[in-house]
């Protein structure tokens, strides 16, 4: 059974595994089904779900509210995570020349209202500011935070894909402390291990999120020098610890970093839920966890 956490030193409790569904349009799924998946991972006590504005070309988040429409006492039993601040070119808005940024005030309570419509609720658990802006003005997004607090429409806010000094940067001028910062943590990429995106997650006593722990599937199909290295060492480890897969181990070693990051889980087969939440049975060893740090990088340790 998953269990509650809490990211942060003032909050929110989530659970130590999230569902992600930025697939969610790819899975073919009648709303009934949709909301049976939810129901499935909320008893095995996966009760967070990870969201985007711009998943699934603007309709991940409309699926999801469809399903939850069928059962509206659904709502009380999770907590939504979204994010905003990119804005996508394509057939909903042909009017846009490139894909780009925008973090000012107006887009974020744009953004915000229409992720409420689109998944039928009042209020979003967790908002996150989803890639970095380079026109981002701290004090203009902080006062949208407190706004938008201020009338209960979102619960608490973080970041995706920060720096250090980024997040420090907001952090400094919001009027709620940031309780989370989502990043991509896998064995083919795990730089936010060494530039003290992680330090300063275990420093504040912050819980980051981890995207993308599976690597998008290249460990398990990537041809690539480095993606078999990774996948013969993590066959190695699964038969030592027992598990049934390497996903298993992948999702281990994630949760071994001792900032303690939530994996999000990005399947909507709930066998491959089940996977990642065997997972917490598994206790890597520092030298297991290490084996795959050097067929990772090709290298022993310095």
């Known amino acids: 059974m998953v269990s509650k956490v809490t990211v942060g030193p003032q909050g929110p409790d989530l659970s130590e595994l999230v569902q992600g569904y930025w697939r969610l349009a790819?899975?073919?799924?009648?709303?009934?089904?949709?909301?049976?998946?939810?129901?499935?991972?909320?008893?095995?006590?996966?009760?967070?779900?990870?969201?985007?504005?711009?998943?699934?070309?603007?309709?991940?988040?409309?699926?999801?509210?469809?399903?939850?429409?069928?059962?509206?006492?659904?709502?009380?039993?999770?907590?939504?995570?979204?994010?905003c601040d990119i804005k996508l070119c394509g057939d909903k808005f042909p009017d846009r020349k490139v894909n780009h940024y925008d973090t000012s005030?107006?887009?974020?309570?744009?953004?915000?209202?229409?992720?409420?419509?689109?998944?039928?609720?009042?209020q979003i658990d967790l908002l996150l500011i989803h890639r970095p802006d380079v026109l981002m003005d701290a004090d203009e997004v902080a006062e949208a935070f407190a706004e938008l607090h201020k009338v209960g429409k979102v619960k608490h806010f973080g970041v995706s894909n920060f720096s250090p000094s980024q997040f420090d940067l907001l952090q400094d001028r919001v009027h709620k402390p940031l309780v989370t910062n989502q990043v991509e943590i896998n064995p083919l990429n795990f730089e936010v291990a060494h530039d003290g995106t992680l330090d300063q997650m275990q420093k504040a006593r912050i819980r980051p999120m981890a995207w993308s722990c599976l690597g998008g599937g290249a460990i398990f199909t990537g041809e690539t020098a480095q993606?078999?290295?990774?996948?013969?060492?993590?066959?190695?480890?699964?038969?030592?610890?027992?598990?049934?897969?390497?996903?298993?181990?992948?999702?281990?070693?994630?949760?071994?970093?001792?900032?303690?990051?939530?994996?999000?889980?990005?399947?909507?087969?709930?066998?491959?839920?089940?996977?990642?939440?065997?997972?917490?049975?598994?206790?890597?060893?520092?030298?297991?966890?290490?084996?795959?740090?050097?067929?990772?990088?090709?290298?022993?340790?310095?």
């Open 26 to 83: 790819e899975w073919g799924m009648t709303p009934q089904q949709r909301l049976t998946f939810l129901k499935q991972h909320i008893d095995l006590g996966i009760t967070t779900v990870d969201h985007a504005d711009i998943y699934g070309n603007y309709e991940c988040e409309q699926l999801f509210g469809e399903a939850l429409k069928l059962d509206p006492s659904v709502r009380e039993q999770i907590e939504i995570v979204t994010k």
């Open 227 to 302: 993606a078999k290295r990774v996948r013969d060492e993590l066959e190695l480890i699964r038969k030592e610890v027992g598990a049934k897969s390497i996903d298993e181990v992948i999702y281990a070693w994630v949760r071994k970093l001792p900032s303690k990051p939530l994996p999000i889980v990005g399947s909507g087969k709930i066998e491959r839920v089940e996977s990642a939440i065997n997972s917490l049975a598994i206790e890597l060893t520092r030298e297991q966890w290490y084996r795959v740090w050097v067929a990772s990088k090709g290298h022993g340790v310095p």
């Open 105 to 122: 005030a107006a887009h974020i309570y744009e953004s915000v209202n229409n992720s409420l419509s689109r998944l039928g609720v009042e």
